[in-house]
């Protein structure tokens, strides 16, 4: 079965750092680009960026360029979405997807809610 | 990047049909047969429910069914059920952005 299993929920300070994490199974990891998407509570969904895990190559959304950053250890089929200096506003909730030939996303993981808080 | 244009919300009736659309720009919905549709239930991941303008993935309902004409964008959910209650949203590939990927603002289903 093919899967997307996402790491767990985050509750952080304005300023702390992140690194979250979505683990694929089932497939090639290396032969599928995913994406990331963010939710922002009540509110829809948002492209961040994506990235090839077999050649690490990245492309942001204008909106989120140089905000986040987006990884990926094609060693343990895994992709990261992380933050250097997180914000109130970066609360919301985060999910993976794998890209299907050109534009077509499945499966998603399960999301991980980030809480930014003081 | 602006997002592709949605109804904020839509009803219907059980067992009625309901038609969602979704415009865009020549530069996406309009210039490629690349659109896709997701649903979401509340608390829940999004759902692929049709690729490619009209193709459905296996385990999808042949209740739901997807076009395209010009820069709108359309998926038809045909005798409505209460569990089709959800937020859907529309996606395409864009080539006026370094993402190529962009979606719509998201339209709320309520099954009355």
């Known amino acids: 079965e093919v899967q997307l299993v996402q790491s767990g929920a985050e509750v952080k300070k304005p300023g702390e750092s992140l690194k979250i994490s979505c683990k694929g199974s089932?497939?090639?990891?290396?032969?599928?680009?995913i994406g990331w998407v963010r939710q922002m509570p009540g509110k829809g969904l948002e492209w961040m960026g994506i990235?090839?895990?077999?050649?690490?190559?990245?492309r942001y959304s204008p909106s989120f360029q140089g905000q986040v950053t987006i990884s990926a250890d094609k060693s343990i089929s895994t992709a990261y979405l992380q933050w250097s200096s997180l914000k109130a506003s970066d609360t919301a909730m985060y999910y993976c997807a794998r890209r299907q030939a050109v534009n077509w996303f499945d499966p998603w993981g399960q999301g991980t809610l980030v809480t930014v808080s003081s | 990047q602006s997002a592709l244009t949605q109804p904020a919300s839509v009803s219907g009736s059980p067992g009625q049909s309901i038609t969602i659309s979704c415009t865009g720009t020549s530069s996406d919905v309009g210039g490629y047969n690349y659109v896709s549709w997701y649903q979401q239930h509340p608390g829940k991941a999004p759902k692929l429910m049709i690729y490619e303008v009209s193709n459905r993935p296996s385990g999808v309902p042949d209740r739901f069914s997807g076009s395209k004409s010009g820069n709108t964008a359309s998926l038809t959910i045909s005798g409505l059920q209460a569990e089709d209650e959800a937020d859907y949203y529309c996606?395409?590939?864009?080539?006026?952005?370094?993402?190529?990927?962009?979606f719509g603002g998201g339209t709320k289903l309520t099954v009355l």
């Open positions: 990235i090839y895990p077999g050649d690490s190559d990245t």
């Open positions: 996606s395409s590939y864009t080539s006026s952005s370094t993402l190529d990927v962009v």
């Open positions: 089932g497939y090639s990891f290396t032969s599928y680009w």
